[in-house]
């Protein structure tokens, strides 16, 4: 990166439009998009289809951007705009500070060499090529020698944990170790920017777990900037460090997971983070209270503003005494000690 | 009362075609299109086609030169490499495709082609087949990757191969033949025409095919549109690409057969032609059985090339090749002395003549039943076909009435239960068995497919049936172009209830599927024109054996489609029914049939399209009609008829098949598929 533009976001997406249809353009111009809701009936009237409706956004290098919404709602739609698999109708996609829409068809054939990784929901790997080949086929792409491309896919297949299956075919692989072919190719070319179109939604949920821990692993040593899309709310969890909500099209709420969860801005946004257990994403120090002159003398369990409430709970709980448990007569039967519950219910000690 | 779209369809039908019934007798022109109506078009396109093709004439007799070296190239090689090899390499070619099995398959049937005697005729074949393909295999790659690379061609390349299926295979030879001047390289032309778009289509359906997130994986890897296209798209459509390849080869070897009619050039096809019109019959089926068996090992040896296949070892295909070129030192035999089966050949020839001799009686009274109770009053109608000599009766016109109105009777019962088209269609039936199709006034038949087409395809398919029907009239074809729809119905007709039962049976028992599909199968790959041989064994010429050889050729599909319909019903809606406390047979009848009835349209179209092509290979041993019209205009390098007659056939073709489709169309939507 030149030093003009490190100081750009790594992508800035601003007043995007994708409309499907025959004279999306003409059509979008004519109507204008002073108001996005108005804007979008209008085009629908017409039989077109506004699959993304004025986005803006910035994603930061080193930044894990998570993009969530309903199937439907235009997520892969508005990556393949910022990719420039689909042509966007209106708006603008910078890249690093370089205006993407204006590249010609030899830059943008550049830049994917260089700067772009992708990694598909149903992996898209070429079933006539093994897994090496597959990993290998972006840096032929780039015109790498043969002994250079094979060297460095192999370096990346152990990266993902597939060293051994490099010359099976992808029909031989499983789901995960597929979508493990899928994320190794993405990164054979050590692209600054790496788009994920739910990588894991076709996996089972072990496999999904495993491939989400092993991914946050690679994300730690290589700290790249991240477009990733999901329509599991866990997962964006998770992974996030910013999430945007998809709905209709419309980009309705952009902000950190806490964001998300404690301060929903409409009812949609809620509906979605109505089942995250509260407990393990907000911190004690969202609820906490000023100090009034309560009794804070005496021994204390340790508490910390960052702490997630689970855990905060979970070590109060400790210091309480056991409490006796009785039969149907009144008979003490047993006895239980606060924390075994708060661990029974789910919250893990730490 | 409202009526559906068929109900009305078919009552317009009934209107005019009482009206012409009734008219027809004031007005002459109501029955026959009259001469003075039609425009010379055969001269016309005589001449101007003529014209046209004259000034590509050089360019042809030029390329016809060129093609002719690679063609005496192949054919040399073929013709002087020693048998062994050329069996060795076979086998060798099948080991390294599909092991042992396909490497047997070899072996034994060129084994037989040896010692049939027909060496080298087959080797002529061969060679025919061999620079064709690639010529045919070109083409198609390159239509096919043109019309997904420029959407705007699609359509038109699309329209372009549908057509050229319908076209007759004799109607390509007549232009060629007066291009390129009489030859091998005219079959060689025509069967890398005839083998181009199957190989266009299945690239088109590939590339088509292949995932999204393959294309998209390509474009993000950065590859350019080329690198795109050859490093995975077309790899990624391999196994469909495969498939046009096995399709192409099969048309082609097809075609080259076909094309044996031209004569000029002592090959296989031409062999099973001049014994089969010399009656040699056994001669004739020692030929036509080299032929299967070449289309049997092609087929089987190609068809390995879509599946996952295997890796054998390159060592043992080498191996095999070498032990084929010690034998060729040691084996010093001419295959032109190899003519073991020759005593097989006497062998069906005299069981044949045995048992023709024999049963003579009841193979005539099959055919003569048939003809008299069935062929004939479709032909001309019960008034002209129910004679003393046939029947034992003379039919008289008050028989018409009392036969119209018995039908009338019938179908007033129906509409009085609510089935108003049983009842119609009832009245149709009625109406054309008492004229025969050959002799349906012009505005019924024009006036029933346009109301037909609009029951199926709404005012869009109304037009083009309109246009097409209307060219035939003008062009004064329309008498044969009746004869040849008469002929080609009749054996759809049969093909359709013998088939969908045949289809059915094997749908609901296994051991059926076992017995029937390896006869499908067998019947798929035999070219063409081999379904002549067994039929004039039995029935010599005429009509009711080219009625027979359509038959055998176009029931396959009929089988195979509603078999595959009926066994593919999802399993949930079999379970919700079962659940419903619905039996076997209640459950075919709800569920299962009504869910095949997309597919069993499928087959009954192919079937159509299969019919039409056959019929003017029929051609040869004795049918009237179009079919009749463009074997003859072959025969007198007639530009003008083989055009005109092979356009009407297509025409014919195109309007059943699309009238098919759209129904089969509505009703795959109507189950939402
Ligand atoms: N090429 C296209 N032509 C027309 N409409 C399209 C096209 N691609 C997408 N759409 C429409 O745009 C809308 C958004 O689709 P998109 O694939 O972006 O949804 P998504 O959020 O990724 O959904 P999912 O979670 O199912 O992948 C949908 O209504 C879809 O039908
Ligand atoms: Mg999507």
Known sequence: ?350 | MTLTRGTKAALIAVIVGVMCLVLQPYFAWLGKWPAAWTFPVNEWLSSGVGAILDLFKPVARGLSWLLAFPMDGASWVLGNTPWPIVIAATAALGWRLGGWKMALLGLFGLSFVLISGYWAQSMRTLALVFVSVPLALLMGLAIGVLAFEVPRFRGAVNATLDVMQTVPTFAYLTPLLFLFGFGPVVGLIASAIYAAPPMARNVLLGLERVEHDIREAAIMSGGTRRQQLLLVEIPAAGNQIMVGVNQSLMAALSMVIIAAVIGGFDDIGWEVLLTMRKAWFGQAFLAGSVIVVFAIVIDRMSATLATQRQHYDAKIGWIILAIGAILAFVVRIDPAEIALLDGVADVVDTSVGAFTAANGAALDSVKNNAMFYGLLPLRIGLDQAVLPFTWGFQWQPSYSLWFFAAAVALAGLCAARGRMLTGLTILLCAGILETGIADLPWPFVLVGVCAVGWASGGWPLVRLCAILLGLILLSGLWERALLSLYLSGAAVFACAIVGGLLGFWAAVSKTAWVILRPMCDLLQTIPLFVFLIPVLMFFQIGEFSAFLAICLYAIVPMIRYTRHGLTTTPDDLIEAAKSSGANTWQTMREVRAPYAAPSILLGLNQTILYAFAMLVIAALIGTTGLGQSIYLALGQADIGLGLSAGAAMAILALIADRLVQGFAEERRKALGL
């Open chain 1, 1 to 350: 990166m030149t030093d003009k533009n490190s100081a750009a976001p790594a992508i800035a997406v601003e007043g995007l439009w994708q409309v499907f249809g025959e004279g999306a353009r003409n059509s979008l111009q004519k109507i204008g998009t002073q108001d996005t809701r108005d804007t979008a009936a209008k085009l629908q009237d017409q039989g077109l289809i506004p699959a993304v409706r004025d986005a803006n956004f910035e994603v930061q290098s080193g930044e894990l951007f998570v993009i969530m919404g309903l199937s439907g709602s235009g997520k892969s739609t508005l990556i393949r705009c910022i990719s420039r698999l689909v042509e966007p109708t209106a708006g603008a996609v910078r890249i690093d500070g370089e205006d993407i829409l204006q590249a010609s068809d030899k830059r943008l054939i550049d830049l994917r060499r260089n700067k772009l990784g992708m990694v598909f929901q149903h992996f898209g790997l070429f079933p006539h090529m093994s897994v090496a080949d597959n990993v290998a086929f972006p840096l032929k792409m780039q015109g790498a020698g043969r002994s250079e491309r094979r060297a460095r896919a192999l370096e990346v297949i152990k990266l993902v944990g597939l060293e051994g299956r490099e010359d099976a075919y992808p029909r031989e692989l499983s789901g995960g170790q597929r979508q493990r072919v899928g994320i190794a190719r993405s990164l054979a070319v050590n692209p600054d920017i790496w788009f994920l179109d739910e990588p894991f939604s076709a996996l089972d949920p072990l496999i999904r777990r495993q491939l989400q821990d092993e991914f946050l692993n690679i994300q730690a040593t290589l700290k790249k900037s991240i477009v990733f899309i999901t329509h599991d709310i866990a997962e964006a969890l998770k992974l996030a460090d910013r999430i945007a909500i998809m709905r209709d099209g419309e980009v309705v709420q952009i902000g950190t997971p806490t964001q998300i969860v404690l301060n929903p801005i409409d009812d949609y946004v809620r509906e979605f983070a109505r089942d995250v257990p509260k407990g393990r994403h907000m911190t004690i120090g969202e609820v906490m209270e000023p100090v009034g002159d309560g009794p804070l003398a005496g021994e204390w369990p340790e508490l910390r503003t960052g702490m997630s409430l689970e855990d905060a709970l979970t070590q109060c709980a400790a210091t309480f005494e056991a409490v006796p448990v009785k039969d149907g007569d009144g008979k003490v039967v047993g006895m239980v000690r606060p924390d075994t519950f708060v661990k029974a219910l789910g919250a893990e000690a730490t």
